[in-house]
T-cell receptor
């Protein structure tokens, strides 16, 4: 059974600081997603990581994937308040869009 | 990216009644769609895989007679919550993709409140 674990689950940080969210998964997969969810909303796709060593960046967010370590990271650079949200990683079990989600990381960025 | 649309966005129903939620792929055909459930402050849990023209596949612990799924066309899957109870109150989200090894796209979600 595929398990996906994120840490930390809660993160409160100051604007301007850097931090990393970690996503570990238990079985082999070559497709990992990062999503953002605002309260009461659905998921907003941030990154799709398809291969070992993949790195993608968008604004202050950068995601990477190490399939050998079964680890993905979401790095936040110089955080701003607008990035406050819950972030989920999800692993595609079979290439058929059937996803297993991590627990989510609730990120609060304080002015 | 591809667009997946859910309807309604929110619904309030009385305990014991049934509620139908629609999930449509607007600009692509999807032989498979997925239904997830999210309780407050929790993650998304896969409920079932909706297969066009055949029976849905339910995850362990999900009652197939309570959560009826119909995928009658390549662009529409419906989830009917039968005899809803307050514990069924949740955020239901569907997803679909354009084919194997393509990205999953999510609908806007449906907030179900059973009173």
């Amino acid at each position: 059974e595929l398990k996906v674990e994120q840490n930390p689950l809660f993160l409160s940080m100051q604007e301007g600081k850097n931090y990393t969210i970690y996503c570990n998964y238990s079985t082999t997969s070559d497709r990992l997603y990062w999503y953002r969810q605002d309260p009461g909303k659905s998921l907003e796709s941030l990154f799709v990581l398809l291969s070992n060593g993949a790195v993608k960046q968008e604004g202050r967010l950068m995601a990477s994937l190490d399939t050998k370590a079964r680890l993905s990271t979401l790095h936040i650079t110089a955080a701003v308040h607008d990035l406050s949200a819950t972030y989920f990683c999800a692993v595609d079990m079979s290439g058929a869009q059937k996803l297993v989600f991590g627990q989510g990381t609730r990120l609060t960025i304080n002015p | 990216g591809a667009v997946v649309s859910q309807h309604p966005s929110w619904v309030i129903c009385k305990s014991g009644t049934s509620v139908k939620i629609e999930c449509r792929s607007l600009d692509f055909q999807a032989t498979t769609m997925f239904w997830y459930r999210q309780f407050p402050k929790q993650s998304l849990m896969l409920m079932a895989t909706s297969n066009e023209g055949s029976k849905a596949t339910y995850e362990q612990g999900v009652e197939k007679d309570k959560f009826l799924i119909n995928h009658a066309s390549l662009t529409l899957s419906t989830l009917t919550v039968t005899s809803a109870h307050p514990e069924d109150s949740s955020f239901y989200i569907c997803s679909a993709g354009e084919g194997v090894n393509t990205e999953a796209f999510f609908g806007q979600g449906t907030r179900l409140t059973v009173v």
